[in-house]
């Protein structure tokens, strides 16, 4: 039963190019949450999909930052024109539908650096 | 007001001793306060979680502390190991919105052996 799980584990771009980070959920789980882990500080709410629906996305920084949870396949966040504030930890987390929320699980990760 | 202030920012100690990690808030209406344990490389995990109904919750080694009246909660490690060193965050949610939690700044903890 494989939990949460993220890949690439690292990323590496040049400022202005596109970043795409993938998740896939626990089984079983339909609700997607990313958060964002900056050098030093704690995880900040990004946004919480649900299959094909954006739920809320009230921590995403207005442009160039996007967020999908297609039908078939993981979830994507998409940073364009990545810049050198955007090197960050980006976690992904999910749980089922239905269920009392408390305590979502973590996956491991994708490191993003921008150089 | 959305914040939840952790301190200290590191902390170490000889094996067997109690670290105690304090978090504060200031909105009234969280009412879900979760510990997370991560490990370098790793991503968070649930370590305990207590409601402000309660004053004191305890989980094999860790207990939470809840002074509501305060607006303060802590963590206890009770006869910690090397395999505690993690890094340590509170968190606090509401739940009307209870997906969204609002983290600490994280406490490094590290245990000596």
């Known amino acids: 039963n494989a939990g949460v799980m993220q890949n690439p584990r690292h990323l590496v771009r040049r400022r202005g190019q596109e970043a795409r980070l993938r998740c896939s959920p626990m089984?079983?789980?339909?609700?997607v949450y990313w958060y964002r882990q900056l050098p030093e500080e704690g995880l900040k709410f990004m946004v919480y999909?649900?299959?094909?629906?954006?739920?809320?996305e009230s921590g995403m920084p207005k442009e160039r930052f996007s967020a999908e949870f297609p039908k078939e396949g993981p979830s994507i966040l998409r940073i364009q024109q990545v810049v050198r504030g955007d090197s960050a930890a980006y976690f992904c987390?999910?749980?089922?539908?239905?269920?009392?929320?408390?305590?979502?699980?973590f996956g491991s990760g994708t490191r993003l650096t921008v150089v | 007001q959305q914040q939840v202030k952790q301190s200290p920012q590191s902390l170490i100690v000889q094996k067997g001793g109690i670290p105690i990690i304090n978090c504060a808030y200031e909105?009234?209406?969280?009412?879900?306060f979760p510990w997370y344990q991560q490990f370098p490389g790793k991503g968070p995990a649930l370590l305990i979680a207590?409601?402000?109904?309660?004053s004191e919750k305890k989980e094999g080694r860790f207990t939470i502390s809840f002074n509501k009246s305060a607006k303060q909660f802590s963590l206890h490690i009770m006869d910690s190991q090397p395999g505690d060193s993690a890094t340590y965050f509170c968190?606090?949610?509401?739940?009307?919105?209870?997906?969204?939690?609002?983290f600490g700044t994280g406490t490094r903890l590290k245990v000596l052996a």
């Open positions: 089984k079983g789980h339909s609700h």
């Open positions: 968190a606090a949610s509401v739940t009307s919105v209870a997906y969204k939690y609002i």
């Open positions: 909105n009234t209406a969280f009412d879900y």
């Open positions: 987390a999910s749980s089922p539908e239905g269920k009392g929320f408390y305590g979502y699980t």
């Open positions: 999909l649900q299959k094909e629906n954006i739920i809320d």
């Open positions: 207590i409601r402000p109904d309660v």
